[in-house]
């Protein structure tokens, strides 16, 4: 009976492989019910587009944390913005210098309030919020989807 049982795990781990093996292999194809490939997910030659959101990458940053007219630490981040598309993320790029100028003044200041000479923890809410609203202000609110926060350090002066 276990050799029974063994032998039916192989050969279904053998289906599964050869399975997932030709479906990397074989190209999906549109099919569309009046056999046209119009949609804007699908490619001039009948194969699907793949429709997956895109990532922009802004360049890093560090802000000043000023207290009592003395800077005493400097936040660094790193921060992608997830947009619909690599055609909304191409746009971004074009205006890279108006985002980043937006983010930073966005959040210049920001970080005195919150921070201050304690070093209190950053608030990551408020900071994608921030960011969010600079890349809503230069591209339109409707092509941010999120705001991925992917290193944000502290360092003491």
């Known amino acids: 009976m276990p050799m029974k049982a063994a032998m039916i795990a192989v ?14 292999i074989s190209p999906v194809t549109a099919a569309s019910p ?24 802004l360049p890093p940053m ?4 000023v ?5 005493i630490q400097f936040v660094e981040l790193n921060v992608m913005i997830e947009v619909e598309d690599t055609d909304v993320a191409a746009q971004y790029e074009e205006k890279m210098t108006y985002l980043q100028d937006k983010v930073f003044s966005n ?12 070093g209190a923890r950053i608030d990551t809410k408020l900071l ?10 230069v591209m339109g609110r409707e092509t941010v989807k999120d705001v991925l926060i992917q290193n944000l350090r502290q360092r003491r002066i």
């Open 128 to 137: 994608k919020r921030k960011v969010a609203a600079a890349a809503a202000a």
């Open 11 to 24: 050969v279904l781990a053998v289906l599964l492989a050869v399975g997932g093996i030709v479906f990397q």
């Open 62 to 65: 560090r802000m000043p944390v």
């Open 107 to 118: 959040l210049h200041g920001r970080f005195d309030v919150t921070v201050g000479q304690d």
């Open 67 to 71: 207290h009592d007219k003395r800077t």
């Open 34 to 57: 009046g056999g046209d490939a119009s949609d804007s997910s699908h490619g001039d030659d009948g194969i699907l587009k793949p429709v997956c959101p895109a990532f922009v990458q």
